[in-house]
């Protein structure tokens, strides 16, 4: 993939899993600078890109929706993430929390106390993580939820009006589908169809290039290649 919007690489090191932004068991961190151009190529294809509600439905721990909260927090109303893992999703609380002023704020505490009791080089460059992350942070009034869904099952998660849903889905060797049918993309698609503001709205699945990314209630808008990783987004037809 050519990047159309992120073409320098940046140091994204305060985003990193397990600095300040809390590392969940067995799940992966997102590419940041990925991320920033899988967010702007969907901002491009939106009406209006103001006040927006983001939605993770294969969240894991949240790494990518944090980042994302902290790096567009100007564009964003609302952040839901769910997945099938209700202990990976007490990460994504932490790491969603970081969002808010006193969960930043209580992040920045308890890496004082463990820098004064071990005095590691770590906590020390978390510290300085913590108040870049300050400084970007104007996201204070953003809504924030996390809830236990399966995506890949036969109900829907009872939220409206999604503006972009972003999402890296199982692949691999760590995460895998868990509680699906025969054609989990296709039950996935199903589902947050109805999710969506029809008129303003656009969905990016990242996933590897073996899956099938497809469903009559969507036009393909464009895929693109990335190492391992296909992305392809989607708008609902109307
Ligand atoms: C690649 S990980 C997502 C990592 C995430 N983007 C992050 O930044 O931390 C894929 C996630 O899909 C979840 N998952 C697997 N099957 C699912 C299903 N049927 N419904 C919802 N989530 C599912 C896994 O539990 C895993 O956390």
Redesign the pocket.
């Known amino acids: 993939m050519i990047f159309k919007y992120e073409m320098e690489k940046a140091d994204y090191r305060d985003f990193a ?1 397990g600095r300040v932004l809390h590392n ?1 068991p067995k ?4 590419p940041v600078r990925l ?1 920033k151009e899988i967010m702007s190529r969907c901002l491009a294809q939106l009406r209006n890109n103001k006040n927006l509600t983001l939605y ?12 994302i909260g902290f790096l567009y927090g100007e564009h964003i109303a609302a952040i839901y993430g ?4 209700e202990q ?1 999703l007490e ?2 609380k932490r ?1 969603l929390n970081l969002l808010t002023e006193e969960g930043l704020l209580a992040r920045k505490e308890q890496l004082q106390r463990d820098y004064n009791l071990y005095h590691k080089e770590s906590h020390l460059h978390a510290l300085e993580s913590v108040e870049r992350l300050g400084r970007l942070n104007q996201t204070a009034a953003i809504q924030l939820q996390c809830f236990p ?5 036969v109900t829907r998660p009872l939220i409206n009006n999604v503006n972009i849903i972003m ?6 060797n ?7 049918n025969d054609n ?1 993309i296709h039950q ?1 698609l199903q589902n947050i169809h109805p999710l969506l503001d029809i008129n303003n709205s656009i969905v990016a699945i ?1 996933c590897d290039k073996k899956q099938l990314v497809m469903h009559e209630g969507f036009k393909k808008i464009h895929a693109v290649n990335h190492g391992k990783r296909k992305i392809t987004f989607l708008k609902p037809y109307t």
């Open positions: 899993n969940a799940t992966t961190a997102f991320g993770d439905p294969c969240c894991g721990g949240a790494h990518l929706l944090t980042f769910s997945d099938i893992d990976v990460y994504a790491n869904f399966n995506i890949a099952g999402t890296d889905l199982p692949y691999g760590i995460a895998y589908w868990k509680g699906s989990p996935m990242v």
